[in-house]
């Protein structure tokens, strides 16, 4: 389905960042930010529109994520600048209100997951730990994730290799706790099968797939790696691809396992679905223990996507769509940081706005116009020879993603387009006043001397 297209040098541009990412640390990042709280949390919610048949939303959006992974393959391989699916626009149209506003959905949608994440965190799992208020702990949790993004990235992405081997173990845990009961003949394979009784199979597998969608998403951020990754036209497609193959694999499992051994009504009503299977099986496996993992599991995905929307501003800032302010790096450590702490300060603002159902969905929305975005671009650029060797998809690959991402879209409620269209509105202002400081500031420099 693809190739790697080689022309005049191999080499990737230069860049202001260092390049200290190698295969493993990225595959580390994709996979610890796929596997994370979407599949932890958000089960339930499949499980009201589809039964027993978790697999099928989850099969769905593996599709969606393959095909628009394939197109992120080419375009971070032929433009490994950080910045992401705005770089890519620019690229292609030269429009700056259309890139910045592409940028600016891809750092929202970070900024949102990282509060629904914290927020996730302050929740029932950390209940079974300790009881302590919510938001002094969502204020804390979101520091310390600030500071160890400002140390350096492959500090947080070091932290990252940690949790997502811890995260895993939990998801694994499950996988064999439900192939025990299963093995013990216990359990009801039959569930497997079973749609909700509520709605039509197919309503309920494609609505159900938003929410599933999400527990995909992870690959993109890598995007805004790309000037930190060493060789990025051989390490993206093999990270990609592999970390996103293992995601789909872990999620089916966990999906058939959780419905043989829960009734899907039971995790329907629980925020902690998973942990329904633990407490199910009966086998002595204590619920702390399952939750501290859960915690992790949502650690590390909130880490992992402030790191991108750092990413994703300092790219806007080197397009000059943001104040160049927002583009300064630490002298000695290299990293964003001015770019970190306002990610870091917004993100504390989310977490108190909205509640952890509708930030998924605006997440899953707002990057679904990303994604849109990305594979047009994709077609525009294809013949654009940009004199080294990257990954190629054939050009029906973002055609086909283009009408999944379109079809996702459709099966987002009323409440969550004003959500959308209101994200719009603030983006729409903060490139206004932008480009006013800018010509301010270029009108300045054009005056003479007094």
């Known amino acids: 389905m693809a190739e790697s297209t080689a022309t005049s040098g191999s080499t990737a541009p230069s860049t202001k960042l260092k390049r200290t990412v190698g295969v493993t640390l990225l595959f580390f990042f994709i996979v610890g930010d796929t596997l994370g709280a979407g599949i932890y949390t958000l089960v339930g919610t499949m499980a009201?529109?589809?039964?027993?048949?978790?697999?099928?939303?989850?099969?769905?959006?593996?599709?969606?994520?393959?095909?628009?992974?394939?197109?992120?393959a080419e375009m971070i391989t032929k433009y490994p600048m950080a910045g992401g699916a705005s770089r890519y626009v620019q690229k292609a149209f030269d429009k700056p209100y259309l890139t910045f506003v592409i940028g600016f959905l891809m750092l929202?949608?970070?900024?949102?997951?990282?509060?629904?994440?914290?927020?996730?965190?302050?929740?029932?799992?950390?209940?079974?730990?300790?009881?302590?208020?919510?938001?002094?702990?969502?204020?804390?949790?979101?520091?310390?994730?600030?500071a160890i993004n400002l140390r350096g990235v492959r500090e947080s992405l070091s932290a990252n290799v940690v949790m997502?081997?811890?995260?895993?173990?939990?998801?694994?845990?499950?996988?064999?706790?439900?192939?025990?009961?299963?093995?013990?003949?216990?359990?009801?394979?039959?569930?497997?099968?079973?749609?909700?009784?509520?709605?039509?199979?197919?309503?309920?597998?494609?609505?159900?797939?938003?929410?599933?969608?999400?527990?995909?998403?992870?690959?993109?951020?890598?995007?805004?790696?790309?000037?930190?990754?060493?060789?990025?036209?051989?390490?993206?497609?093999?990270?990609?691809?592999?970390?996103?193959?293992?995601?789909?694999?872990?999620?089916?499992?966990?999906?058939?396992?959780?419905?043989?051994?829960?009734?899907?009504?039971?995790?329907?009503?629980?925020?902690?679905?998973?942990?329904?299977?633990?407490?199910?099986?009966?086998?002595?496996?204590?619920?702390?223990?399952?939750?501290?993992?859960?915690?992790?599991?949502?650690?590390?995905?909130?880490?992992?996507?402030?790191?991108?929307?750092?990413?994703?501003t300092y790219g806007l800032a080197e397009q000059n769509l943001l104040p160049s302010f927002f583009g300064q790096v630490a002298p000695t450590r290299r990293t964003p940081w001015v770019a970190i702490v306002a990610v870091g300060a917004a993100t504390i603002g989310m977490s108190f706005v909205g509640n952890i159902g509708q930030l998924a969905d605006t997440t899953v929305l707002l990057l679904l116009f990303v994604f849109i975005a990305t594979n047009v671009s994709c077609i525009v650029l294809k013949k654009d020879d940009v004199g080294h060797e990257h990954f190629s998809v054939p050009i029906v690959v973002p055609i086909i993603a283009i009408l999944a991402s379109i079809v996702l879209l459709t099966q987002q409620t009323a409440d969550i387009w004003l959500l959308g269209g209101g994200y719009l509105v603030v983006g729409t202002i903060l490139f206004l006043i932008a480009r006013y400081s800018r010509r301010r500031l270029d009108a300045g420099a054009d005056q003479p001397a007094g």
Not at 53 to 71: E, K, R, S
Request: contains cysteine; proline residues 6%.
């Open 164 to 312: 997502t081997c811890i995260e895993v173990s939990g998801l694994v845990m499950v996988i064999v706790v439900a192939a025990i009961v299963f093995g013990s003949g216990a359990g009801d394979p039959a569930r497997i099968l079973t749609p909700s009784p509520d709605q039509p199979l197919l309503v309920g597998a494609f609505s159900a797939s938003v929410v599933a969608f999400f527990s995909f998403l992870g690959f993109e951020a890598a995007a805004n790696m790309a000037e930190e990754v060493k060789e990025p036209s051989k390490a993206y497609p093999r990270a990609l691809f592999g970390a996103i193959c293992t995601a789909g694999v872990v999620y089916l499992l966990i999906a058939l396992g959780a419905a043989i051994v829960v009734d899907p009504a039971t995790m329907a009503n629980s925020s902690g679905p998973l942990l329904e299977v633990i407490t199910a099986s009966g086998l002595p496996i204590p619920e702390w223990l399952f939750s501290l993992i859960a915690l992790v599991a949502i650690a590390n995905g909130a880490l992992l996507f402030m790191v991108m929307a750092s990413r994703a």
């Open 48 to 72: 009201e529109d589809v039964g027993g048949m978790l697999w099928l939303p989850l099969t769905i959006a593996l599709v969606v994520a393959l095909l628009t992974a394939g197109t992120y």
């Open 108 to 146: 929202s949608s970070g900024i949102t997951t990282a509060a629904l994440l914290a927020n996730a965190f302050a929740g029932d799992y950390l209940s079974t730990l300790i009881d302590v208020p919510a938001a002094p702990v969502t204020i804390v949790f979101l520091l310390l994730l600030v």
